[in-house]
């Protein structure tokens, strides 16, 4: 080994210059060879023959940079610094075994891929090359604002591709390359002073200069904090393959005009024209694949177009503004006949950072299904891929219930509000976030209630709400409490429970007795049971031993059971519950549990707070007999909700007044706490009344009264009416006088009930409704022959019908006539023979007349004589009865009158607004462009979704073109070509039409 000797002159390495440059510079200093110089320094061997690779130029071992520091005097660290080494793990990958840069990886450039350079720069700093430019994220010269030059100008070779020739003395800042020969000269130097390459120049505040500084900060400090990573720094390796993966798809993928989006208008022609002309190069001369962006770009214009680019989407503030940019990308990327799936940026590279994905998310977010929407989080700031494991979905689904809390549901009840299935569709709904179930199987973790369309059609009328986003934020942020905290409460094992032991009948009836609440019919015990069975389980009272018959008196009861619960039946139901728990070894569980409400503060969610609601308010409200839907609307809430309230804070009872009219168990329960045992036996016992002198005198029905002393044991004495009833009486009275019932009661002291009795021990035949009864003091003066049919309800009308029917031939012309149904009439008038005793008329047949009987002919002429009697009562009923309805007679469709004002609106839509019903189509068109779908503007306005696509067909008719495409397949409602162009047109006179509409519905 030769002894190492110092250099007789020094130059000391300008500040980030490359390693090959400085020693040009020495070798130009010392008028040496540069092969020499290299020997120098032991980089290479005396008489070794030089070789078009230098891999000291990549990195430098320890033994070779100790000694060109013994040699110029230069520290280790620097020598290192001015290697491509420098940069590794940050803007490039070094292979330390074959010191070389793998051009895989992030646009990396090795010492054999050249240099590009500023042309300013080399004239200030006399020939010295920095070493950035070496780097394939380096396209523009912050200093001196212009776009770095990739060939010479004169010679159009790319520099420093490989080392400076070994035997000539360097020439810093003029081209070394090999000119091409002439027919009448050989091969020289170039020698082109490369300063006056001329390349494009920036303006102050140019995208393509704050991309190039952004890009230096990363790779200077090794991590990307801008933009979209500010909330999340990422580390340099990981930024620079997002701005590559973008880069990459918008170099290959988007047209001149996208682009123009994304990228300065100048800066996309020089790239086009750049990538032109590479392509007419042959495959030997050309200087960069066809596949750009794949590799480092061989051109600073479109190193610079890419780079611009994925900073304009990733320099955003954050991921919902940098949607919009991203979606410029991936709409050329779809219509080159790609699909930009959620999991497409995973093909964009393999060190991609979340952040990427994050962006790709929110930009898509808005046609994916709802399900894939809360599979990927879309609403978070960042949403990302899922991530939770089988065994994590498991333990999440012991913690959820079949039917949500109640709470939840209150709250994320969207408007128009779901009826059905909301419940059991929101637990599914959990089961989606963050993971990677599909709908069966979410379904089927947390006890299969639901169907996978039913499931399906919630969640889509959930994005339908305009507080959607709320909605997804509060089911994850619920999803992730459930995954990091534990719950008290195993759904799962409570789903298998066995409930038919649970709050039988008996202790309905007993608890109704100690809190002194009305127990109701059979129904009210049923909705009890089943109230307690989903408080309990989770799971809807359908899946409960022996339910419930489903009919309508059932669902109101159990609709109405949280306005008649109090607070004292709701402990002892709650007490039941825990006494049910403890039976089946769950005593350490509480009854219920729900979610902490915190969750939900600060989101916009479809409903308000429950806790908003004044409770002495609301129970004053229920308690006064208001319906729920007066009290939803005065408190400004929904039923959904007061119904919620109610079951957490019960109304407290009112103490209930008795009255006589009310009967059964309500009068029951009104008795039980009116009266006590002693004052009944009192009463009843020591003071002999029958229950209804003492229903008189306490104003409790004598059939509670009855049914109390039951209760309390009190033995009752056979019932027997006071008075004497003989036979004769009795037939004489009722018979005879055809006196009522209750006239015959009052008369004796006794019930009609009573009287009915004794007529039925005497074998005397009741009269049923439709006989006819004695007639009312006003018709005493009624003729004798009337008197029978006076004492009905009906007589009136009845004695009308018939006088208006015989002064026709035909029972057939006076229906007809008047507009009666001809079976209606016949009933008539047969209860009025019936009630008269005889035939009034002989029906028409072949060749005669409608006819008077005899008992007709003095019913008419009685009629007329009493004819003030019946001028003087009112006539609604009749004139009801009689008055004949014309006849309706369909008319023609006839051809829609000219609107006027045709020519104040564009030519385009002239066709469809020369008719006001054209107008009304139109503007229908207008508005429910603004919706993602048809069905959700028909909800918002409340029409008919088949009327409405009659309109708009009708419309297309008479546009001649298609408008709309009907959003399907989680795809929003999106126009057509023709559709923008009339919307672009009608929105400026949307006014116009709406006034001119509007005259034409008053005209």
């Known amino acids: 080994?030769?002894?190492?000797?110092?250099?007789?002159?020094?130059?000391?390495?300008?500040?980030?210059?490359?390693?090959?440059?400085?020693?040009?510079?020495?070798s130009a200093q010392l008028r040496v060879p540069m092969g020499e110089l290299l020997v120098a320094l032991g980089l290479r061997r005396e008489f070794e023959s030089p070789t078009g690779w230098a891999p000291w130029m990549t990195r430098l071992a320890p033994r070779q940079a100790e000694r060109i520091a013994v040699t110029t005097g230069v520290a280790p660290d620097i020598l290192h610094a001015m290697t491509l080494q420098h940069f590794d793990q940050r803007a490039l990958v070094v292979d330390q075994e074959r010191q070389r840069v793998n051009g895989a990886f992030m646009w990396g450039r090795g010492g054999g891929s050249g240099s590009r350079f500023c042309p300013d720069c080399l004239w200030e700093n006399e020939g010295r090359w920095s070493l950035t430019w070496r780097l394939g994220w380096s396209f523009a010269c912050l200093s001196h604002r212009r776009l770095l030059a990739d060939f010479c100008p004169k010679c159009a070779s790319r520099h420093r591709k490989r080392p400076h020739p070994s035997h000539i003395i360097p020439q810093p800042g003029r081209c070394d390359h090999l000119g091409r020969p002439t027919a009448t000269a050989a091969r020289t130097r170039c020698l082109h002073p490369l300063a006056d390459t001329e390349t494009m120049r920036f303006d102050a505040g140019h995208p393509a200069l704050l991309a190039q500084q952004t890009l230096l900060d990363v790779i200077t400090t090794g991590v990307g904090a801008f933009g979209v990573y500010a909330h999340a720094p990422q580390p340099a390796m990981a930024v620079l393959a997002d701005m590559r993966g973008i880069a990459r798809r918008v170099l290959i993928r988007m047209p001149a005009p996208r682009m123009k989006h994304l990228v300065p208008e100048e800066l996309v022609e020089a790239h086009f024209r750049a990538r032109e002309h590479n392509s007419t190069l042959s495959s030997a001369q050309r200087r960069a694949p066809l596949d750009p962006g794949r590799a480092a770009p061989a051109y600073a214009e479109t190193?610079?177009?890419?780079?611009?680019?994925?900073?304009?989407?990733?320099?955003?503030?954050?991921?919902?503004?940098?949607?919009?940019?991203?979606?410029?990308?991936?709409?050329?990327?779809?219509?080159?006949?790609?699909?930009?799936?959620?999991?497409?940026?995973?093909?964009?590279?393999?060190?991609?950072?979340?952040?990427?994905?994050?962006?790709?998310?929110?930009?898509?977010?808005?046609?994916?299904?709802?399900?894939?929407?809360?599979?990927?989080?879309?609403?978070?700031?960042?949403?990302?891929?899922?991530?939770?494991?089988?065994?994590?979905?498991?333990?999440?689904?012991?913690?959820?219930?079949?039917?949500?809390?109640?709470?939840?549901?209150?709250?994320?009840?969207?408007v128009p509000q779901v009826r059905e299935n909301l419940d059991a569709a929101l637990s599914a709904s959990l089961m989606l976030v963050n993971s990677r179930l599909e709908l069966p199987d979410a379904v089927k973790k947390v006890g299969s209630l639901i169907t996978q369309p039913a499931l399906t059609h919630v969640l889509q009328a959930l994005r339908d709400d305009a507080r959607y986003e709320g909605i997804q934020l509060a089911l994850i942020q619920l999803a992730a409490y459930l995954d990091n905290h534990r719950v008290p409460i195993d759904y799962c094992r409570r789903r298998r429970l066995d409930y038919t032991a649970l709050l039988s009948e008996s202790e309905w009836i007993a608890l109704c007795r100690r809190t002194l609440t009305e127990p109701g019919a059979g129904t009210r015990y049923q909705v009890a049971r089943s109230h307690l069975f989903e408080k309990i389980s989770g799971l809807p009272h359908t899946r409960m031993p022996d339910p419930p018959r489903d009919n309508s008196s059932f669902r109101n009861s159990r609709v109405r059971f949280p306005y008649v619960l109090t607070p004292e039946a709701s402990a002892e139901l709650d007490r039941i519950g825990e006494v049910f728990l403890d039976r089946n070894r769950l005593g350490n569980e509480p009854l219920t549990w729900q979610p902490p409400s915190e969750l939900l503060d600060g989101l916009a969610l479809p409903r308000a707070d429950p806790a908003d609601i004044d409770l002495a308010d609301l129970h004053r409200r229920v308690r006064a007999g208001q319906t729920s839907t007066r009290i939803a609307d005065e408190l400004t809430t929904d039923l959904r909700t007061l119904r919620y309230v109610l079951g957490q804070h019960p109304a407290p009872a009112t103490k209930p007044t008795a009255h006589c009219g009310e009967r059964g168990l309500k009068g029951l329960h009104a008795a039980r706490q009116m009266i006590s045992k002693a004052q009944l036996e009192r009463l009843y016992v020591q003071q002999n009344m029958p229950f209804l002198t003492i229903q008189r005198e306490t104003g409790i029905n004598r059939k509670a009264l009855a049914a109390l002393a039951d209760e309390y044991g009190i033995p009752r004495r056979p019932h027997r009416p006071r008075g004497t009833m003989d036979q004769a009486w009795l037939h004489e009275q009722y018979v005879v006088k055809r006196r009522t019932l209750d006239d015959m009661g009052q008369e004796r002291g006794m019930s009609g009930s009573a009287v009915s009795a004794r007529l039925r021990e005497h074998g005397i035949a009741t009269r049923n409704n439709r006989q006819p009864k004695t007639p009312r003091q006003e018709f005493a003066t009624a003729p004798e022959v009337l008197r029978p049919a006076l004492g009905n309800s009906y007589a009136l009308r009845r004695l009308r019908i018939f006088i208006q029917v015989v002064r026709y031939p035909t029972l057939t012309e006076a229906c007809q006539t008047h507009g009666l149904n001809p079976a209606t009439l016949t009933m008539q008038l047969k209860r009025l023979e019936e009630d008269l005793g005889g035939p009034l008329l002989f029906r028409a047949s072949r060749g005669r007349q409608l006819e008077l009987t005899p008992l007709g002919r003095q019913v008419v002429q009685a009629v007329e004589h009493w004819a003030h009697t019946l001028a003087d009562r009112p006539r609604e009923t009749w004139d009801r009865a009689t008055v004949r309805r014309p006849h309706k007679k369909k008319r023609k469709p006839s051809r829609p009158a000219d609107a006027p004002g045709v020519d104040r609106f564009?030519?385009?839509?002239?066709?469809?607004?020369?008719?006001?019903?054209?107008?009304?189509?139109?503007?229908?068109f207008l508005q429910a462009v603004d919706y993602p779908s048809l069905a959700a503007y028909c909800r918002a306005v409340g029409t008919s979704p088949s009327t409405m696509t009659v309109h708009l067909q009708h419309l297309e008719r008479d546009l001649r073109g298609q408008l709309l495409i009907r959003g399907q397949c989680g795809h929003r409602m999106r126009l057509t070509d023709f559709g923008k162009e009339v919307l672009a047109a009608a929105r400026p006179v949307a006014n116009l039409l709406d006034d001119q509409h509007r005259s034409g519905e008053q005209k």
């Open 906 to 924: 564009p030519a385009l839509v002239q066709p469809a607004v020369r008719t006001f019903d054209g107008r009304r189509r139109l503007l229908r």
């Open 303 to 414: 190193a610079a177009a890419g780079a611009i680019a994925a900073w304009s989407i990733l320099g955003q503030a954050d991921c919902r503004r940098a949607a919009p940019r991203m979606k410029e990308l991936l709409d050329a990327i779809v219509d080159r006949g790609y699909w930009a799936s959620p999991t497409v940026t995973r093909n964009w590279g393999r060190h991609n950072s979340p952040v990427l994905e994050a962006v790709h998310l929110k930009t898509i977010a808005p046609t994916l299904w709802p399900n894939s929407a809360l599979r990927y989080r879309t609403a978070l700031p960042t949403p990302s891929l899922p991530t939770t494991t089988p065994s994590q979905l498991t333990a999440r689904a012991r913690k959820i219930p079949s039917l949500i809390w109640p709470l939840w549901a209150a709250r994320l009840n969207p």
């Open 1 to 26: 080994m030769s002894r190492v000797r110092t250099l007789p002159l020094r130059l000391p390495p300008a500040e980030g210059e490359a390693l090959d440059s400085w020693f040009e510079a020495l």
